[in-house]
């Protein structure tokens, strides 16, 4: 595949969970291409964990420290629901694992190369047709490539912000959480920024992730969380617990933007270029499926390839759920717990990954209460329903 006016085969412009997936990915294929990685980091924290379900064993099983075979969900009062689903787990993979193993591979792949302090800056068109190449700006020099992926992060309006700050706590005493339990939305409520609930996953007898999170109209600043999540960690008398990390941020659900018209030979993934699902703001195994994709694809000599467009029904249902969420967000815990309710768990963690059949939307749509919902097929060519076309 190689063009000799080209520096690179591939430039992936962002080292994150998108970008190292490809590249780790590339770096172990049979067919090897010449990948320059542009990142602004120079090393690495541990920032973020990723969860999902999945069954016990997957090609990322040894990177997966913590799972659990049930989660719960709840509202203000009243009892919690309790799901299982008989072979899948909730999963959970530390981002430091996860950065690690791939900066591994990639160290033992001679043809790619991370470019660490480095700031993509601009994509320029260079000539046309067959051999037309891309050149990267960065704040270190150029680079020609035959082919780009673009992973930067950008700005999307969106119709529901999912923000969240979160703490790894270690206790000296024993932690008030059952360990066999995830709490997915426990405590959910509403104020005047809109819903909020806790999220829970035990990661020992004494140390735990606790994130404080809302779903909101706007993004909510990263401060304003940290002291609501200081005011839940109190509520639950774990305020002396000692912060071993952190991690947080905001999600944008619904985005209401079409992708950035982009040069030829160049293509947007992870975050930016749709990875993430609108009505969960879930994204790590579907960077996870493109990336496979996208590495298939270049291997057998083809151009990247981005993320696949959002099958119509899926679409749909995520944007009337999102909207009867906008339209109304007081209601929103009651929409929550009566799919925790009235769904069967593995229907419901299908809707969530990806893999709901028609069964499934069925039941969703019998769960939810009507006439919200009924509210948001009816065509009145409201604000909201302007802005949400995802
Ligand atoms: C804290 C957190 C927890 C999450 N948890 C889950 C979860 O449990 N399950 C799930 O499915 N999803 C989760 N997500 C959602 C999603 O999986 C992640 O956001 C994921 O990291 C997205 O990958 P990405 O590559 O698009 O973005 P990132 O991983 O953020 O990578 C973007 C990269 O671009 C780089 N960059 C920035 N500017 C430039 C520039 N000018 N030039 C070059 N590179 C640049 C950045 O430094 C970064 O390395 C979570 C998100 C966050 C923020």
């Known amino acids: 595949m190689s063009s000799s006016a080209a520096d690179a085969d591939l430039v992936i412009l962002g080292a994150g ?20 990685i542009i990142e602004p980091r120079t090393g690495y924290d541990d920032d973020r964990s990723w969860c999902f379900w999945r069954p016990d064993r997957h090609d990322l099983t040894d990177l997966v420290s913590h799972s659990w075979d049930s ?15 008989a072979g899948l787990s909730y999963q959970y993979l530390r981002g430091s694992d996860f950065y690690r193993r791939a900066l591994q591979r990639i160290g033992g792949a001679p043809d790619v190369r ?9 994509l320029v068109p260079v000539g046309d047709g067959p051999g037309a190449l891309v050149r990267v700006e960065t704040d270190r020099g150029s680079i020609l490539a035959r082919h780009v992926v673009d992973t930067r992060p950008r700005a999307m309006p969106a119709a529901i912000y999912q923000s969240f700050s979160g703490v790894e706590i270690e206790s000296e005493h024993l932690l008030p959480f059952d360990q066999g339990e995830a709490g997915l939305m426990d405590a959910m409520a509403t104020d005047s920024t809109g819903m909020h609930f806790r999220y829970t996953l035990p990661l020992g007898p004494t140390r735990a992730l606790v994130e404080w999170t809302r779903f909101s109209v706007a ?44 040069p030829p030979g160049v293509v947007v993934a992870g975050n930016s270029g749709g990875a993430l699902r ?23 000599g083809g151009p990247p390839v981005g993320h696949p467009a959002e099958p119509w029904l899926r679409r749909s249902m995520d944007r009337i759920f999102l909207q009867a969420v906008r339209a109304d967000l007081d209601r929103t815990p009651e929409y929550f717990l009566a799919l925790a309710r009235r769904m069967p768990p593995a229907g419901l963690v299908r809707f969530l990954s990806d893999a709901a059949r028609l069964g499934d939307y069925a039941g969703l749509i019998a769960s939810l209460p009507t006439a919200p919902f009924l509210r948001q097929l009816v ?12």
């Open 17 to 36: 969970c998108a970008g190292l997936s490809l590249a780790a990915r590339l770096a172990r294929s049979s067919n090897p291409l010449r990948v320059e």
């Open 71 to 85: 989660w719960r969900f709840s509202g203000a009062r009243g009892p919690a629901l309790h799901h299982r689903v």
């Open 114 to 122: 991370i470019r660490s302090g480095a700031h993509a800056t601009e």
């Open 219 to 262: 993004p909510v600043p990263a401060a304003t969380l940290a002291d609501e999540l200081a005011g839940e960690l109190g509520r639950l008398g774990l305020d002396g617990a000692r912060v071993v990390r952190r991690e947080g941020g905001v999600l944008p659900m619904g985005t209401t933007v079409a992708l950035p018209a982009v």
């Open 278 to 300: 609108a009505a969960s703001g879930y994204g790590f195994l579907r960077i996870q499926a493109w990336a496979r994709a996208c590495a298939d694809r270049l291997e057998r």
């Open 379 to 390: 065509p009145s060519g409201t604000a909201v329903r302007e802005l949400v076309r995802a």
